[in-house]
């Protein structure tokens, strides 16, 4: 039986995960330009990731929903142990062929660990808590995003993109060995509630597919922040501990707007919700394009943080909220395929951008990206009406 304090190992484990993959951020793009890496390669080798996580997903899905959820989450941090010990080596040879052997390895990890993750939260969270409970596991992830970039940045500063990258594999050990003693206590209690077979078809429901699409323009529009700002500002010389205070500020918000986005989800439902988070996000992307450069550029980024926070648990409960327990896992690998489809789409269409216009063109097309995902958002409540006629 599950208590509150497996809930909060789980919650530790993801915290430690994640933070394994956020202390990188900040480095991934500048070491690819130190080693006189193009623009279009830079994007190319960040998407590695993002598509390896991203084919990965199902399997993680399928892993989860025959019972293995704890073997996902300790195999997802192993994972993550051997890609930063990789890094490492890269970082010693100048090896970018191997850097991105890494970077493929570390998307496998989080295609096996975060299906398993988010369902379990929905799995152990109490009668009409959903929401609040991914607001609680998703904070981890925000928690990470304060935490790893300010690190990462600062590491690569002082001791070389090597020391940032050994961070990875410190990181991610702990978070196996918390996720282990979770198993322990809980045993695989979540993965064998039914036994019925799955009926992945229940994937087609309107919420589900209408709060994919916006997810995946959604990660789409925020590659071009966390993969092609960090690469101008490596550009003009300036340090990397400026973008890591960036991606700090933009987790301090998420922080502070993820549990009152859950529990707003909760009783208001996710729709206004999840608009309100686009909204916060939309004029972040506009002050981004007003001033690019610190300080004033924190500005941009309390509000993608806020937005974020409002608007990921919202759209997690619009997704899984309602899924039957058997396909759930399945279901949360899906939905994140489109947050890493829409990074890939990102890191990739938006490198084309910046070989073409140099990163400073990156950014105005952001807030038309993001456009679009109102439109996705509200396709289900348009087309209700209109058939209503």
């Known amino acids: 039986m599950a208590s509150l304090r497996d809930v909060w190992l789980l919650n530790f484990s993801t915290f430690f995960f994640f933070l394994g993959i956020s202390v990188v951020t900040p480095v991934v793009s500048p070491f690819l330009v130190s080693l006189n890496a193009e623009p279009f390669l830079v994007g190319l080798v960040a998407g590695v990731t993002s598509f390896l996580s991203l084919i990965s997903k199902p399997l993680g899905g399928a892993v989860g929903d025959k019972g293995y959820r704890f073997h996902a989450l300790v195999g997802g941090n192993l994972l993550g142990l051997l890609a930063g010990v990789l890094y490492v080596v890269s970082a010693l040879t100048s090896n970018v062929y191997l850097f991105a052997f890494a970077r493929a390895i570390h998307g496998f990890s989080m295609g096996l660990f975060f299906p398993s993750s988010l369902s379990t939260a929905v799995d152990l969270a109490p009668a009409g808590r959903v929401g609040e409970t991914l607001g609680w596991r998703g904070m981890m992830f925000s928690l990470g995003n304060i935490v790893g970039p300010a690190i ?31 198993w322990r206590e809980v045993g695989d209690v979540a993965g064998h509630r039914e036994h019925e077979k799955a009926s992945y078809r229940e994937l087609l429901r309107v919420t589900f597919v209408s709060a994919s699409l916006t997810l995946f323009l959604f990660s789409m529009s925020y590659a071009g922040v966390t993969t092609y700002l960090p690469a101008l500002y490596k550009s003009l010389s300036l340090p990397q501990s400026l973008f890591g205070y960036y991606m700090m500020v933009i987790g301090t918000f998420s922080f502070m707007t993820r549990l009152i986005g859950g529990r707003s989800a909760d009783r208001r439902g996710p729709l206004p919700v999840t608009t309100l988070g686009l909204v916060l996000l939309l004029m972040g992307y506009v002050m981004l394009n007003v001033y690019t450069l610190p300080p004033y550029a924190y500005v941009s980024a309390a509000l993608i943080g806020a937005g974020f926070g409002l608007a990921v648990p919202a759209m997690q409960l619009m997704a899984l909220g309602n899924l039957p327990q058997r396909i759930r896992t399945m279901g949360s690998g899906i939905y994140t395929m489109f947050f890493d489809l829409g990074t890939l789409a990102g890191q990739v269409a938006l490198g084309y951008v910046a070989q073409v216009r140099d990163y400073w063109g990156v950014f105005p097309v952001l807030p038309l990206i993001l456009g679009v995902g109102f439109i996705t958002l509200y396709a289900p409540v348009i087309w209700g009406k209109l058939n209503a006629r």
């Open 152 to 182: 990462g940045g600062y590491a690569s500063d002082l001791i070389g993109f090597g020391g940032a990258f050994a961070l990875t594999a410190v990181f991610s050990t702990v978070g196996a060995l918390l996720a282990f003693m979770a």
